[in-house]
């Protein structure tokens, strides 16, 4: 169960919507490379045809563009998304997974943290 605090806290975090590849890695599924379009301190959102189990444990491996530095992290996949929009007046869709942050390799917090304070300068 969200709780209203959790909600907004979410809602306020720094985030940004930017297209890059990312690799994740699962003991259980092996690695594969995939592409983030959507990034905050919390968690990210993945582009990907075949999403991984609800609940399974990833550890996510990317580079933010424009940016110094590597981000190493460990989380857990909390939702599958099954998009359809129009793009040009052409249907389209995508599929992805919403994989929440659940902790991070050496100084890869502050990493990410840095690069999101960045991008939200200068958007």
């Given at each position: ?26 003991e259980i599924f092996g690695s594969y490379v995939c ?38 992290a460990i989380g857990e996949v909390k939702n599958h998304y ?42």
């Amino acid at each position: 169960m969200i709780h209203e605090n959790e909600t907004a806290e979410r809602r306020t975090s720094h985030r940004f919507d930017k297209v890059f590849q990312v690799e994740i890695s699962s003991e259980i599924f092996g690695s594969y490379v995939c592409v983030a379009r959507n990034v905050s301190a919390g968690g990210i959102f993945l582009e990907t045809f075949d999403p991984l189990p609800l609940g399974s444990e990833v550890r996510v491996h990317f580079e933010i563009p424009d940016s110094s530095g590597e981000v190493v992290a460990i989380g857990e996949v909390k939702n599958h998304y099954y998009l359809n929009y129009q793009q040009d007046g052409v249907p389209r869709s995508l599929m992805g997974m919403g994989v929440r942050f659940k902790g991070f390799e050496e100084d890869s917090e502050q990493t990410l943290e840095r690069s999101l304070l960045g991008f939200r300068t200068l958007h």
